[in-house]
């Protein structure tokens, strides 16, 4: 049963457009979302958070949205640039579980010069 | 500041055999944690410590998997005997767990890349 889904495996875009990375989850219980990028042979970065309470938090080029009431989320890259290309993981934290972080499959995301 | 440091980068051994795993966490982060992960898949927690305690192994294989945490710093990770299906990354993280919600950020370490054969 997978509670946090990445739909789409991979996306390509071109430089200087935006990119849209898109989370969608089941669990009523999560309080936390995080967004990770990962780079071939390294671990998960951290990229950027929303807490349950928020629909928006802005940090630089990246931007994410959530709406709760459709339990969906959204990574905005913009402008998206070459080295943006990497895998994307949204997770998220179950409040009532050890706050044990539940993540998607991952977005590979190619951006295009 | 220095991030989570895991060794070896890459292991390659045969079926049945043992392989162990370490991690030391970024300095003066209490919660650590394994992951698995297999190609194409997310992360996958293999174990939870809080300083030396395990907080959650309900996904370990506790069968062939172990992993210790002495003193609250350092982290191994064994698999024995290793089964072909273990071939994966293993991911070591770790987070200071302050209570708030961005002191629970985990960050992860280079990952070390197991080939059973």
């Known amino acids: 049963d997978q509670q946090v889904k990445q739909n789409s495996p991979s996306l390509s875009v071109q430089e200087g457009r935006i990119s849209i990375l898109n989370c969608d989850y089941t669990?009523?219980?999560?309080?936390?979302f995080l967004w990770y990028k990962k780079y071939p042979a390294e671990g998960p970065t951290f990229l950027i958070s929303i807490s349950s309470i928020k629909d928006k938090n802005e940090d630089g080029r990246f931007t994410v949205f959530l709406n709760k009431s459709a339990k969906h989320l959204s990574l905005h890259i913009v402008p998206s640039q070459p080295g943006d290309s990497a895998v994307y993981f949204c997770?998220?934290?179950?409040?009532?579980?050890?706050?044990?972080?539940?993540w998607g499959l991952g977005t590979s995301l190619a951006v295009n010069p | 500041e220095a991030g989570v440091a895991q060794s070896p980068r890459y292991k390659i051994i045969e079926k049945r055999q043992s392989v162990a795993f370490w991690c030391n966490p970024i300095s003066g982060h209490a919660t650590l944690y394994w992951y698995q992960q297999i190609l194409g898949q997310g992360p996958k927690l293999l174990i939870q410590f809080q300083n030396n305690g395990v907080v959650d192994d309900s996904q370990l294989p506790k069968d062939r998997f172990s992993a210790e945490r002495l003193k609250g710093v350092d982290s191994t990770l064994k698999i024995q005997p290793a089964k072909l299906e273990d071939s994966a990354v293993y991911l070591c993280?770790?987070?200071?767990?302050?209570?708030?919600?961005?002191?629970?950020?985990?960050?992860f370490g280079p990952g070390t890349r197991l080939t059973v054969l």
């Open positions: 997770a998220a934290r179950n409040a009532g579980n050890n706050r044990k972080l539940i």
């Open positions: 993280a770790s987070s200071w767990s302050g209570g708030s919600l961005s002191t629970d950020t985990q960050y």
């Open positions: 669990n009523s219980m999560f309080d936390y």
